[in-house]
């Protein structure tokens, strides 16, 4: 279950490096108005992967339960 929780946060971290990155390119690319708008949709994506990457490892810890 340690390991688990611990490849998810992995999987997490990476994903809210990439999207600091995205943010940081948007900001390059775009006027301040717009990026605004743009990284508050990143940041909306982002927390759903969060959220269905730790509906995820919910599921397959409970998985690991049920088989001890």
């Given at each position: ?5 611990k ?11 990439m999207?600091?990155?995205?943010i ?25 992967s ?19």
């Open positions: 279950i340690n390991d688990l929780r490849q998810y946060e992995a999987k997490i971290a990476e994903k809210d490096i999207l600091q990155a995205d940081r390119q948007l900001m390059q690319r775009m006027p301040p108005q717009e990026v605004l708008a743009a990284a508050h949709e990143l940041r909306e994506t982002f927390q759903q969060k959220k269905a990457l730790q509906e995820e490892l919910e599921a397959k810890i409970a998985t690991v339960r049920s088989r001890a």
